[in-house]
C-alpha cells in the first residue's frame, strides 16, 4: 500500500493513540484505568532511552496501528535487546501488511541502535497474529511464567 506510513507516534496522536491502544486491551479482555494511558502515553514519547518507543501505522488517512517497544540490558550480551511489548493491527486492515511493517519498522529500529535481538510474547491461542509470526520471527523454548 503506497500511502500507507509507519512513524513516530506524536503528541497529537493522543486520540488515535487511545482508539488504537483500547481495541489492543479488549483484544486481551482487559481494562486499565484512564491514569495508566495517561502515563503510558506520556512515557511513549519521553526522552528516556530506557523508557517505551511507540510507532503507529496511518493508511488513507485513517491511523491502522501501532506498537510499543523498549531496548534493555541483556545479561548474556554487552549490547541491549529489544522488547516489543504491543503490537496491534486494526481488524480491517489484518492480512494488508500492516503487523508486518510495524515489526519491520522496530527491526530497523533495533539495528539502528546496535541491539543484539528483538524478542515479544503472545497468547498461545493467537493464531491469527502467529502466522504472520511464524514468517518473521522464531518460536522459542521458553514458557513465560508470572508472580502468584
Same mark, same amino acid.
Given at each position: ?116 535481538? %528483538? ?28 508472580? %502468584?
Amino acid at each position: 500500500m503506497a500511502d500507507r506510513i509507519i512513524r513516530p507516534l506524536e503528541a497529537g496522536d493522543r486520540p488515535a493513540w487511545t482508539a488504537l491502544w483500547t481495541a489492543y486491551l479488549a483484544f486481551y479482555e482487559t481494562t486499565l484505568p484512564e491514569a495508566v494511558h495517561d502515563i503510558y502515553f506520556d512515557r511513549l514519547l519521553g526522552d528516556d532511552p530506557q523508557d517505551y518507543n511507540a510507532l503507529i501505522a496511518i493508511a488513507n488517512g485513517r491511523p491502522q496501528g501501532l506498537t510499543h517497544f523498549l531496548f534493555h540490558r541483556h545479561g548474556w550480551s554487552i549490547a541491549n535487546t529489544c522488547y516489543l511489548q504491543d503490537l496491534y493491527v486494526t481488524p480491517e486492515a489484518r492480512g494488508t501488511g500492516v503487523g508486518y511493517a510495524l515489526i519491520d519498522a522496530v527491526y530497523a529500529a533495533a539495528d539502528a541502535q546496535g541491539a543484539a535481538s %528483538v524478542y515479544w510474547l503472545t497468547q498461545e491461542g493467537n493464531t491469527t497474529a502467529r502466522q504472520l509470526y511464524d514468517r518473521v520471527g522464531r518460536n522459542t523454548s521458553f514458557i513465560k511464567y508470572s508472580r %502468584v
